[in-house]
């Protein structure tokens, strides 16, 4: 079954990618965006040196980039050994690896493109030992020449979102033969688990491992900013747009909660003179981090200092986290959810969705899509202290529950070389 089933498939991917390639370059040409890479993730490039053993990580942009960093150290330190190579399938996310992975990785590249030409170019120079794959990218013909090479091939932190789900259940049959060609799939939840096995996967080859990206330790705070008996709301990387409706809220909180004290840390510096101006319709005492102002005699806090964000969500009740009532696609709340800090995040969140997805269900944060749900939603946990506790609690329970995914795939990686 599976040698008919990879030599059909291996040939209609050859005449497709003949076929379609061509257009593809020419409108890349067109539109300025040729970068370069074709060649590369047709596997012509210099064979790289490296070590006689070759564990190689596949992330296909920058949240999976990111969610490596602690797996790749890791595996650098417990596996020195073994040569790491990093692939990934953007130009951000290549960006952002050769800057972060740089001297823990001994090559760093571009995913082949998914047919046999490609991709065994790309396999006969890196000759993997094992391939890794983060979250869920299905490359079918990948797959098909891993397994004729008996080359284990897992994903790890996998996920299937709703709409992928839909979409995965119209093809079942088609996808049940592929995810079945990887060795083990090591899923973030039991609902993903469950989603991967009524596709069709062996529930054998699939176990829950929880989520790579709650592998993170808190940072010591030395933050002092004296605000005692008062409650702290924080506004954590906040951008242009969002600061207006923060203020607005803010403004209206603390109308009926006097105690309520706010540090508000814009994403980019060079937004600060932008609040200042904001702040003049607001008849507010603000201070200003970089002068070790304090709550005793304001009501803001400004954070125009570096490096510091993390350590303020220690000090802080509630947290927004910003990036969300915009195209940005949102922030990384778990530098607050760390501190048993609840979250609030506006509705635009595609770059963390798995991560919220988690914290909501949980109750650990909450999503809001107006200003209106974003001041009621806070305005709520202020008044009820039960539902408050409860978000505390909720925070304190999804990373108990999430904790260990690092130690889990090293583990793993042991048994397979």
């Known amino acids: ?13 050859t005449i497709c990618f003949i076929l379609f390639y061509p257009f593809v370059a020419i409108s890349r040409l067109h539109t ?20 006689e053993k070759v564990i190689m990580f596949h992330a296909v942009s920058v949240g999976e980039v990111l969610s490596l960093e602690k797996l790749i150290q890791k595996a650098h330190q417990t596996f020195p050994q073994y040569s790491i190579v990093l692939t990934t399938g953007t130009k951000t996310g290549q960006e952002l690896a050769h800057k972060k992975y740089a001297e823990i990785t001994d090559f760093i590249t571009y995913f082949p493109f998914d047919f046999p030409y490609a991709i065994n170019n790309f396999l006969n120079k890196i000759n993997p030992d094992m391939v890794i794959i983060a979250e869920t990218e299905l490359w ?30 119209l093809l079942k049959p088609f996808f049940a033969l592929i995810l ?3 060795t083990q799939i090591y899923t973030q939840s039991e609902l993903d688990n469950e989603r ?3 596709l069709g996967n062996k529930p054998e080859n699939t176990q829950v491992m929880a989520n790579l990206k709650f592998d993170i330790e808190k940072v010591d705070s030395d933050i002092d900013l004296k605000n005692w008996d008062n409650r702290v709301f924080i506004a954590g990387s906040t951008h242009s747009g969002e600061n207006e409706i923060v203020l607005r809220t803010y403004s ?15 994403r980019h510096m060079e937004r600060i ?5 904001l702040l003049k319709n607001y008849n507010y005492s603000t201070g200003y981090r970089s002068k070790n102002d304090t709550f005793e005699n304001n009501d803001i806090i400004i954070l125009d200092t570096f490096g510091e964000l ?24 778990l530098e607050a959810t760390i501190y048993n800090v609840p979250t609030i995040t506006g509705p635009n969140i595609k770059n963390f969705r798995d991560i919220y997805g988690i914290l909501t269900r949980s109750n650990a944060s909450k999503l809001v899509k107006t200003e209106k749900e974003f001041y009621n939603t806070i305005d709520e946990l202020l008044s009820d202290n039960t539902k408050l506790q409860d978000m505390i609690n909720a925070c304190k329970t999804v990373f108990d529950a999430q904790k260990g995914a690092i130690d889990f795939v090293i583990n793993k990686i042991n048994e397979f070389i």
Do not use: W
């Open 1 to 13: 079954m599976f040698r008919l089933f990879s030599f059909i498939y291996d040939i209609l991917a």
């Open 32 to 51: 300025g965006k040729d970068t370069g890479t074709r060649k590369i993730k047709l596997g012509l490039f210099k064979k790289p040196e490296l070590k």
């Open 140 to 169: 079918p013909d990948f797959a098909i020449q891993c397994k004729k090479r008996k080359l284990p091939l897992v994903i790890i932190n996998g996920r299937i979102s709703d709409s992928s789900y839909g979409s995965y259940r």
């Open 180 to 182: 079945n060609l990887y």
């Open 196 to 198: 991967f096995i009524s």
């Open 252 to 266: 209206k909180l603390k109308e009926k909660h006097s105690d309520l004290k706010m540090i508000l840390a814009p």
């Open 273 to 277: 003179p932008e609040i200042e101006n």
């Open 310 to 333: 993390k350590k303020s969500y220690a000090i802080s009740d509630i947290a927004f986290i910003g990036g969300s009532f915009n195209k940005t696609g949102g922030h990384n709340p």
